[in-house]
């Protein structure tokens, strides 16, 4: 039987959350300088995180250390929610982007738990993960 090794683009999460950052990003870059510069730098870093802890923990090699960056992820998947509702009390978003974006950040700490509960339980090594 041949092993089939598991890639980063094969997380489900990891493929969300970088859709997701790209998405925050391309809407962040059009606001104003001061709305730039205080809630869209960190909504901007906050999502960017999710996506790139989750490569992190990929590339670790023991469990213990790669669920560590896996929960630094879900973590900010939790910030970027805060950044969003701001964003959203301040007008910076339209009803569609707020709901896309909530959307997206409610299922992210769901897959990434999945996620977790896959490492722990050694299933990643059989795709070499």
Not at 39 to 53: C, H, K, L, V, Y
Not at 71 to 93: C, G, M, P, V
Not at 94 to 108: A, V
Request: aromatic share 12%.
């Amino acid at each position: 039987m041949t092993k089939k090794y598991l890639k980063l683009n094969d997380i489900k999460a990891y493929k969300r959350a970088y859709h997701l950052s790209n998405y925050v990003w391309d809407i962040v870059s059009k606001w104003n300088v001061l709305s730039q510069k205080t809630i869209g730098e960190q909504f901007i870093r906050s999502t960017d995180s999710i996506s790139a802890n989750l490569a992190e923990g990929f590339g670790r090699q023991t469990r213990k250390d790669k669920s560590k960056f896996y929960l630094y992820a879900r973590a900010s998947a939790h910030e970027s929610l805060d950044w969003n509702q701001k964003a959203k009390q301040r007008n910076l978003l339209t009803e569609e982007q707020y709901n896309c974006i909530l959307n997206e950040l409610q299922q992210l700490p769901k897959e990434i738990n999945a996620h977790i509960k896959l490492t722990f339980a050694g299933l990643m090594e059989n795709f070499g993960g």
